[in-house]
């Protein structure tokens, strides 16, 4: 094991360069291609760090991203900061960073220079108006495949439970989602079912 385990580190230490650089374009990607913020960018990062160079599975993927909501600041930043510091290390963590805020910044210097002094033209509202049912559809994708997951996991009736009073307390409440992410969090943790397991 310990061969193998020393191996593994000399094998990572000698793909670093070619690893930093797949981290930094995953991001950066997702940095310039993640129009309307964090949530249509969740779906981007699902695509490279998943489908793409598959660092991560789904499984992983979904605990992330629900530690991330329930969790201040900007999804994509803490996602990069995580996926990049997991794949990486800390010159990882800083590269994903970098490579998914960067980009933004110089885009929206740019277009804003660009948008503020064509503002008024059709062509200029049409493109916003366009992009929206684009981001909607990515995030159906992205909703659908953890639906089937968590049947997969939890089984119908629990995961259609946990959906519908999710979405009652969220939606119809008004209680933030990082409330009801902690408490499901807190409950698994606490759950006594655990505990038997443990004591077995």
């Known amino acids: 094991m310990v061969v193998k385990e020393e191996s593994r580190e000399g094998l990572q230490q000698s793909k670093q360069p070619s ?39 789904d499984e992983e993927f979904s605990d992330i991203l629900a530690l991330g909501n329930a969790l201040p600041g900007p999804i994509a930043t803490k996602m990069a900061g995580y996926i990049g510091w997991r794949v990486g290390g800390f010159l990882g963590m800083l590269n994903a960073i970098i490579a998914s805020v960067v980009p933004t910044i110089i885009m929206m210097i740019m277009l804003l220079t660009v ?52 979405l009652i307390i ?20 606490l759950s006594p079912k655990k505990k038997e397991v443990k004591n077995e």
């Open 19 to 57: 690893l930093q650089l797949q981290l930094f374009l995953a991001f950066f990607r997702v940095g310039i291609l993640g129009y309307g913020g964090g949530p249509s960018s969740i779906p981007l990062v699902h695509k490279e760090v998943v489908d793409k160079y598959k660092w991560l599975d």
């Open 115 to 166: 948008l503020n002094v064509y503002k008024d033209k059709p062509w200029v509202q049409g493109m916003s108006k366009a992009v929206v049912p684009v981001v909607g559809v990515m995030l159906g994708v992205m909703t659908l495949d953890f639906i089937k997951q968590s049947k997969g996991a939890l089984g119908w009736a629990v995961m259609s439970g946990i959906f519908i009073g999710s």
């Open 170 to 189: 969220i939606e119809l409440l008004g209680i933030h989602p990082a409330i009801v992410i902690g408490t499901i969090l807190a409950y698994a943790l």
